[in-house]
Nanobody, 122 residues
């Protein structure tokens, strides 16, 4: 099973940018679809963005146009570039992995990282 470690979270002002990274180990990274989810306090974890093993992408409507997911198979890393951040983007962001194809549901992913906190101040 692949192990995932997120980094890049932090405190940023509204309108700012952050790039989250998720480093994978213990599996064949190029065979995995990767997803980013987030969980705000008191709310359920929700899909943010996903990228399939061939590079196809999907985004939640709430981040479309502001976020870009990408992967570097040589570095076993997936990224989430977040621009024009809003206070409602404040959450713990989790990286997840599953074989091959993009999925939007939390239950479809078998491997998860520990999360990285993003706080957007107004």
């Amino acid at each position: 099973q692949v192990q995932l470690v997120e980094s890049g979270g932090g405190l940023v002002q509204a309108g700012g940018s952050l790039r989250l990274s998720c480093a994978a180990s213990g599996g064949t990274f190029s065979s995995y679809a990767m997803g980013w989810f987030r969980q705000a306090p008191g709310k359920e974890r929700q899909f943010v963005a996903g990228i399939g093993w061939t590079g196809g992408t999907a985004y939640a409507d709430s981040v479309k146009g502001r976020c870009t997911i990408s992967r570097d198979n040589a570095k076993n890393t997936v990224y989430l570039q977040m621009n024009n951040l809003k206070p409602e983007d404040t959450a713990v962001y989790y990286c997840a992995a599953r074989l091959r194809y993009i999925a939007l549901r939390e239950a479809d992913f078998g491997s998860w990282g520990q999360g990285t906190q993003v706080i957007v101040s107004s």
